[in-house]
């Protein structure tokens, strides 16, 4: 048995060997390594940036006839999209002009974004001016009071430019320059998240009147750039290291029904129905106000439902693959005498059997059929966000219809009741004190005073619609990995120069969040005398932070590099991303403005 | 096996040499291993937190109360209502430091040997095996000039060079090239080693320094200080103060702790007196609401009276905060009933003649030509009679109010009210008073009163923990993390008549593609045929 043992030990140590020749000691590929000389390999970044303060001097120059702050940044949401398509195109099929367009189609998204954030603080400035002249106030604040970094639109323009700077700082050596086939799409959901969370401008709370804030927020938004850099080097590298993609897809079918058994507060699962919230317009001009009442949009809830049964059985039919096959591929090894881990004496030595070849097929089966399932689940997927999309701008009688509904399910009078209550920020003994049918009265009431005035708007739900689009853009991209995935690991560079850009990533992840964290604790103490509060935003920094101290020491200290690396940094930029919106949307706090 | 039992038992074993057990307990909490699962458990607990309402933050009072009897009972006994304050948390936060201060003491002498004694020489092999190598070809006199014109090409590119001389052991070969590990051979080789940015090999003991000093100045200023909260008008008016539980002179603050859904109040003496003397708050829109919306900033301005310092006046802005003796006084929040600083009255003489326009700050008296004496009693935003006796309906502006003390020439007192509507002169509200017909034409807009925090931190360890330990780990993490220590050999070697054979080598801690682009500009430089390159 200890010499099983030692074998085994032997076998892995001599495995780890062979993998690190290969890995170190195959001659490169030169071209891959060469750097363009000097500046000219940075023109992209200069150009991007550069051009973006030309847009603010003409946006000063010309005044508000200049094009919007919104236009801009849907401008830029284009060409990320059109930049990562042509570095994708050029994965899969190598074209120069295709790299060429990816490249300053980025630059160009980069442009955009940056024109547009500094537009956008001029604007702020304007509207607060026009406000201040209006009621002959000549109170004159400084300009930085109106850095667009106070509420979570600014942060996702400033994280979107993050993410993308960063590839465009990578992209400075040629074969990184792939990168922005998978940074850029998620830029791009960044984006589509502030286009429905709204640009409308609103006062600054006195409290973020202070020059902690462009530090502080500045610092945040890049660092949170870096992150997401850093996780799609991560999952590229995953590809290349040869992971399932079955496994991958497992995963984001997860993700997806987790995003699905959410939103519309767990309806879709449990009533099979979809309710998008409604907005009572703002009489002083601001954001709209959420109405509190939901209303079924049709079919949304039972596309939903059959994308999620879809999905669930791809995860199935994936486990079987997986783990059936992992067994037939043990059993195959015990039969060449090769050592495994757990394996009894009778199956090191025995032999493949007829039966266990027909498993192997079936398993082969599995694999083919959950490929299918997912297929299917991204149509569905889609259709989903059609009918979400048109179902929100043909309905007009939501008065009418949301009172159908009602009528049908009251259980939501009590739920907007307490929510009403919650509101109003009641002592544990007033609410206690207030029966269902009051809560229940309340709803009516607020139903009957602002019915009237309610709508449905693609921006009532940001989060739960950029949600929708994150699982679909998810499943399309595990799809996508799943055609012609030996071709597009070829054209990827090696693990070891990706290993190690996941690694100098990280390590300005990590440096950048505690910096966000440090600026944040002496901002806190500069307004409140508290430094730490251990505020939900402020932990899931921290979190975050934490997360990749792990990483960089577990690297210290069991070596661990690659594989490990790589779902270490998948986790430190999934909790960048809680902390960024989960933090905002779902726990109480003093950073819910952002 | 009787014979194999007796065999091993009269085999003389020797028991391996023991390592003490405090030794090994240090080499656990000096452990990188270690450190990262205590990471790995405060990330988890962390989470927790943020997932389960803490004590002291706002909604916890609701959450708490609709929890089921046993679930306040066991997660109230494993802390997780104030989790970052629970024993296991600080215990796991002491466990940190304690194992930074150990993992750097245990690994700092070699770190320092690394760079103090630098590997000035190698053999081909092992330069070789370096991730950057490559063997050039460089014509020269002698090995001196050879090694003058390398060590010339890496100070050019910013590394500091030294020569050495080493005599290398190597397995002697036969005929065929083959190595007959039976002899060797001594063969002397001239090195140049050159370096660069070898201080970043200790930035992580400069990380843990300040990270040890954030941890300990947040631990002290816990300790040695606390926070309370003071609510401060400037109102004189008792039923005001009493009603809205405010302070306008006092030398008491009050310290909340909260435990549970319970909270307890300490009263803490203050070795001064604090008096507020005026509130302000700069509007958006003069015209619009109080609320936090149209609001540029707050001001409290308050004197201290200290029987050691004397007296003191000072203002509290909005992330301005004053410090005083330890104390640090913060704007925190305020009371946003409507209230006025400044207001300007327009007095209608009684017998006719020119209106007379006062202006009148709060709790001051303005004096008429004709020796009307006006004083400033209270402001009521929304006013309405209540039993007989003024008060307000609402905090908002809706029917606003100045109630004055006015004393005639002749010494009469009389109680006035001057409203900003404009009233029917036949109102018997509005019947002229003390000779004079009121209207209150303006006024100042400001909330009843300012919540100031104030923290009490004698040593000023929060400043050192966040400024020093703070910046520091800042600028620390740049070092580490943006600088890269650069390492470079040159092996030379003579293989012909004014011809040398140069291995070069090198490698660097962080940013290795850099490195690669630099480690090819040097050879580059040198190399008049490059032989092969790995």
């Not at chain 1, 980069?110 to 009621?135: D, K, P």
């Not at chain 2, 992580?204 to 100045?217: N, Q, S």
Request: net charge positive.
């Amino acid at each position: 048995m200890s010499r099983l043992k030692t074998g085994l030990k032997t076998y892995r140590i001599m495995e780890e060997v062979s993998r690190i020749q290969k890995e170190v000691f195959i001659p490169r590929d030169d071209s891959a390594y060469t750097a363009i000389p000097a500046w000219r390999s940075y023109l992209p970044v200069i150009l991007a940036i550069g051009g973006g303060f030309l847009m603010l001097g003409a946006r000063l120059q010309i005044g508000s006839g200049f094009i919007s702050d919104t236009a801009l940044m849907m401008l830029a949401l284009a060409a990320y999209l059109i930049a990562a398509l042509f570095e994708l195109t050029n994965l899969y099929a190598p074209s120069e002009m295709a790299k060429k367009i990816g490249l300053w189609s980025a630059t160009l998204g980069v442009f955009f974004n940056l024109a547009s954030w500094l537009v956008r603080w001029v604007n702020a400035w304007e509207f607060e001016l026009v406000q201040l002249q209006a009621s002959g106030n000549d109170a004159n604040p400084w300009i930085f009071r109106y850095i667009p970094f106070a509420n979570l639109y600014d942060l996702s323009l400033a994280f979107a430019f993050g993410a993308g700077i960063t590839t465009l700082v990578l992209a400075h050596r040629k074969n990184f320059q792939f990168l922005s086939a998978f940074t850029l799409p998620i830029a791009a959901l960044i984006l589509t998240l502030a286009r429905f969370i709204g640009g409308e401008h609103s006062n600054l709370m006195p409290i973020l009147d202070s020059y902690w804030r462009p530090i502080h927020v500045g610092v945040a938004s890049l660092s949170y750039g870096v992150a997401l850099v850093c996780f799609a080097i991560a999952v590229v590298y995953l590809i290349k290291d040869k992971i399932k993609v079955e496994a991958m897809a497992i995963w984001a079918s997860i993700f997806s029904l987790s995003v699905f058994a959410t939103i519309s507060g767990f309806s879709v699962f449990t009533e099979g129905v979809y309710r998008a919230g409604t907005f009572i317009p703002n009489l002083t001009g601001g954001k709209p106000i959420n109405a509190l009442f939901r209303l079924e949009l049709p079919y949304v809830g039972l596309t939903l439902v059959g994308a999620g049964l879809l999905l669930l059985g791809s995860i199935i039919a994936f486990l079987i693959y997986i783990y059936g096959n992992k067994g037939i591929i043990k059993q195959e090894k015990a039969a060449r005498g090769e050592f495994e881990d757990k394996l009894s004496l009778k199956e090191r030595i025995g032999e493949i059997k007829e039966t266990e070849a027909v498993e192997y097929i079936h398993y082969q089966s599995a694999k083919t059929i959950g490929h299918w399932m997912l297929r299917g689940a991204f149509v569905l997927q889609i259709i989903t966000v059609i009918f979400w999309v048109s179902g929100i701008k043909s309905t007009s009688d939501v008065q009418a219809k949301l009172q159908a509904q009602l009528t049908q399910k009251p259980a939501q009078y009590v739920a907007v009741g307490k929510e009403i209550a919650n509101k109003q920020q009641l002592s544990v003994q007033q609410m206690a004190a207030i029966t269902p049918q009051q809560f229940d009265q309340a709803g009516r009431q607020h139903f009957q005073q602002n019915g009237g005035k309610m709508y449905l708007s693609l921006n009532s739900n940001p989060v739960e619609f950029a949600g929708l689009l994150t699982a679909l853009a998810g499943t399309f991209f595990v799809i996508l990995f799943a055609f012609r995935t030996d071709k597009l690991r070829e054209r990827l560079p090696s693990l070891e120069s990706l290993d190690s850009l996941m690694y100098k990533t990280a390590c300005l992840a990590f440096a950048g969040l505690a910096m966000l964290l440090i600026t944040g604790a002496i901002w806190a103490n500069e307004s409140w005398g508290r430094p730490w509060g251990f505020d939900s935003k402020e932990t899931g920094a921290l979190v975050a932070w934490l997360t990749y101290a792990a990483f960089l020491h577990t690297r210290i200290s069991r070596g661990w590099k690659g594989r490990s690396s790589a779902y270490f940094a998948i986790l430190g930029f999934l909790l960048v991303i809680f902390t960024y919106l989960g933090v905002s949307y779902l726990l109480p706090g003093l950073h819910s403005y952002a | 096996m009787a014979a194999i039992e007796e065999s091993i038992k009269t085999r003389n074993i020797s028991k391996p040499k023991t390592v003490p057990v405090v030794n090994r307990i240090l080499d656990f909490l000096s452990s990188v291993r270690f450190g990262v699962v205590l990471l790995c458990i405060l990330v988890f607990l962390s989470i927790l937190g943020m997932l389960f309402i803490q004590q002291n933050v706002q909604g916890f009072e609701t959450s708490y109360a609709l929890r089921t009897p046993a679930e306040k009972l066991v997660y109230g006994y494993l802390g997780l209502f104030d989790i970052y304050h629970a024993w296991y948390y600080s215990g796991l936060l002491l466990l940190l430091s304690l194992n930074i201060i150990l993992a750097s003491i245990d690994r700092f002498p070699s770190a320092w040997k690394y760079i103090s004694e630098p590997k000035l020489t190698a053999t081909r092999g092992w330069l070789l095996n370096q991730s950057s190598n490559a063997v050039v070809k460089i014509g020269g006199a002698d090995e001196t000039e050879i090694a003058q014109k390398i060590q010339s090409a890496f100070a050019k590119n910013g590394f500091t060079p030294r020569v050495a001389e080493d005599t290398i052991k190597i397995y002697a070969t036969d005929e065929t090239g083959k190595k007959d590990f039976s002899r060797t051979e001594s063969k002397k080789s001239l090195f140049v080693f050159g370096e660069n940015g070898k201080l970043n090999r200790l930035g992580a003991y400069i990380v843990h320094v300040f990270l040890l000093t954030l941890f300990i100045g947040h631990f002290v200023a816990l300790k040695t200080g606390f926070d309370a909260d003071i609510r401060l008008t400037p109102d004189t008016n008792p039923a005001i103060i009493r009603d809205f539980n405010l302070n306008q002179k006092t030398d008491a603050i009050q310290l909340i702790e909260i435990n549970l859904d319970r909270q307890e109040r300490y009263n803490v003496q203050l070795p001064f007196t604090i008096t507020c003397t005026e509130i302000e708050q700069k509007l958006i829109d003069p015209n619009g609401s109080i609320e936090i919306n149209n609001t540029l900033d707050w001001r409290t301005q308050i004197r201290i009276d200290d029987p050691v310092y004397g007296q003191t006046i000072a203002d509290v802005s909005l992330n301005k905060p004053f410090s005083y003796r330890g104390y640090r006084f913060f704007q925190a929040s305020a009371i946003t009933m409507g209230s006025a600083s400044l207001m300007t009255l327009e007095l209608k003489p009684e017998a006719g003649g020119q209106p007379v326009t006062v202006k009148l700050k709060r709790n001051e008296t303005a004096t008429l030509p004709d020796g009307t004496k006006i004083a400033y009693s209270t402001f009521v935003p929304d006013f309405v009679m209540q039993g007989g006796q003024p008060s307000t309906r609402t905090g908002e502006y809706n029917n606003p109010a100045a109630i004055l003390d006015v004393t005639t020439p002749k010494g009469e007192t009389t109680k006035v009210y001057a409203f900003a509507s404009k009233l029917p002169d036949d109102a018997p509200i509005n019947a002229p008073k003390a000779g004079y017909r009121w209207h209150l034409a303006g006024y100042e807009k400001s909330p009843l009163a300012h919540v100031l925090s104030i923290k009490y931190d004698p040593l000023n360890s929060a400043f050192i923990a966040w400024y020093i330990g703070g910046i520091g780990l800042i600028f620390a993490l740049i070092f580490v993390f943006f600088f890269s220590h650069k390492r470079i050999w040159a092996m030379i070697e003579r293989t012909g008549e004014n011809e040398f054979e140069v291995v070069f080598a090198g490698h660097a801690n962080r940013n290795h593609l850099a490195f690669e682009d630099k480690f090819k500009t040097v050879v580059e430089s040198l190399a008049s045929n490059k032989v092969k390159e790995f």
